[in-house]
């Protein structure tokens, strides 16, 4: 990329990367200027609300319609995550203060936690995804509904949030208790929360 950038005397370059797998699409963003080398920065999005004007041409096309598929998407997020994958051969990310996952042992749990929602998950799979402050992310379908758990800085001394269709399911009912264990912690949570029970 620098060396394209160079030749072709651009001085600045972005470069956009997406990726599709199991129904889920990621892209994100690079700029790259030509003085600053191999060294880049991870560009973040402008939403614009409104209709795109190529998806407008499109649909006024009728041979294009009928060729093209519009995408849609129950839970949007705009390049704000990446995938990151949580098996034991991985390269952890830098995480940002004193993020729980720092420690070693800690993915160990997060791993755990994955494989046991991924069991309760509609089609068997949970997501880990990682945005831009370096805060964990989990997504998985359960009962057609989107679950989203989210592990925040101060983790594990402070509750994750569990979200269902943008609803928080905190309750009073449901307190967090972490006695050092976080995957023990963590399922005794997610029963208090019922989950499961109000999903059916």
């Given at each position: 990329?620098?060396h394209g950038i160079?030749r072709?005397?651009l001085g ?7 990726t599709?797998a199991d129904?889920?699409?990621?892209i994100?963003?690079?700029?790259f200027?030509q003085?600053s080398?191999?060294d ?6 402008d939403?614009?609300?409104?209709a795109?004007?190529y998806?407008?041409a ?10 093209l598929?519009?995408p849609?998407?129950n ?6 995550m990446?995938v990151?994958?949580?098996s034991?051969?991985y390269?952890?990310?830098?995480y940002n203060?004193e993020?729980w996952?720092?420690?070693k042992?800690n993915?160990?749990?997060?791993k755990?936690i994955?494989?046991n929602?991924?069991?309760k998950?509609d089609?068997k799979?949970?997501?880990v995804q ?7 992310h989990l ?14 800085q101060?983790f ?7 979200i269902r269709e ?9 307190t967090?208790?972490?006695g050092?264990?976080?995957?023990t ?7 208090k929360l019922?989950?499961?029970?109000k999903?059916?």
């Amino acid at each position: 990329m620098v060396h394209g950038i160079k030749r072709q005397n651009l001085g600045r370059f972005l470069l956009c990367i997406g990726t599709y797998a199991d129904a889920a699409s990621v892209i994100n963003a690079f700029n790259f200027t030509q003085d600053s080398g191999s060294d880049y920065v991870h560009a973040s999005w402008d939403i614009k609300p409104g209709a795109s004007p190529y998806r407008c041409a499109i649909d006024a096309d009728p041979e294009l319609a009928k060729i093209l598929t519009k995408p849609s998407t129950n839970e949007a997020c705009h390049g704000t995550m990446k995938v990151v994958s949580v098996s034991d051969s991985y390269t952890p990310p830098i995480y940002n203060g004193e993020y729980w996952l720092k420690d070693k042992a800690n993915n160990k749990a997060l791993k755990n936690i994955v494989d046991n929602l991924s069991k309760k998950s509609d089609d068997k799979n949970c997501k880990v995804q990682l945005d831009q402050q370096k805060i964990v992310h989990l997504t998985f379908l359960m009962n057609g509904n989107a679950i989203r758990i989210s592990f925040p800085q101060g983790f594990p001394e402070v509750p994750p949030l569990v979200i269902r269709e943008n609803i928080d399911l905190s309750t009073a009912d449901a307190t967090w208790e972490y006695g050092g264990e976080i995957e023990t912690a963590f399922m005794n949570y997610w029963n208090k929360l019922q989950i499961e029970q109000k999903e059916s």
